[in-house]
């Protein structure tokens, strides 16, 4: 069985500051892990994906995230927010790393940009 | 390149009427394709595995005979939602897992669903 918690539902940011949106799984075996977005009323947009590759991932429109089996963590980051960043986050694990049969998404992160 | 369309995005229907909505792969093939529900301001939740040429597989406490899902073909599964009533107002998502790669779910944009 597997399990993901975002522990934050509500991250509110500056523009041009770091963002954290912090992220720990459960899995019984070795993951995959994959980071959405979700603006109001749309779909799911793929920002990054951790599939036992590197362990630092790059995703798209400078986010990134760090896989870390230790801490079983998977925290998303971006150096610098953009107002066009607000949007829900999901944290979202795969049942193996190279399956995603069956996907568990976390309760989400709602992101706020201040301007 | 893999891309998923759900259509409609937007309906509207009256108590006790049906519902169908269609989730369509349009540059790769998918035995299997998912229904996700999500209520507003909450997370996604798997409704139904949709897999082609045989009988879907429900969640526990989705109601089979209520989300009926026929899944004929490799691009194509739908999502019919009989005698709907206004609880079943929700945001209905599919997403199609490549049949060439088995690693990555695509989604599709939603459907949003509104029961009068």
């Known amino acids: 069985a597997q399990s993901v918690t975002q522990l934050d539902s509500h991250v509110s940011v500056s523009e041009g500051t770091p963002v954290l949106l912090r992220c720990n799984y459960s899995s019984s075996y070795s993951p995959s892990l994959f980071w959405y977005v979700q603006h109001p009323n749309k779909g799911l947009q793929l920002l990054l994906k951790y599939t036992s590759a590197a362990t630092l991932v790059k995703g798209i429109n400078g986010f990134e995230a760090e896989f870390k089996k230790s801490e079983t963590s998977f925290h998303l980051t971006k150096p610098s927010a953009h107002m066009s960043d607000a949007a829900e986050y999901f944290c979202v694990v795969g049942d193996s790393a190279g399956s995603a049969r069956q996907l568990t998404f976390g309760s989400g992160t709602q992101l706020t940009v201040l301007p | ?116």
């Not at chain 2, 969640?59 to 194509?76: C, M, P, R, W, Y």
């Open chain 2, 1 to 116: 390149g893999a891309v998923v369309s759900q259509h409609p995005s937007w309906v509207i229907c009256k108590s006790g009427t049906s519902v169908k909505i269609e989730c369509r792969s349009l540059d790769f093939q998918a035995t299997t394709m998912f229904w996700y529900r999500q209520f507003p301001k909450q997370s996604l939740m798997l409704m139904a595995t949709s897999n082609e040429g045989s009988k879907a597989t429900y969640e526990q406490g989705v109601e089979k005979d209520k989300f009926l899902i026929n899944h004929a073909s490799l691009t194509l599964s739908t999502l019919t939602v009989t005698s709907a009533h206004p609880e079943d107002s929700s945001f209905y998502i599919c997403s199609a897992l490549p049949d060439s790669i088995l690693y990555e779910q695509y989604f599709g944009p939603g459907t949003r669903l509104t029961v009068t």
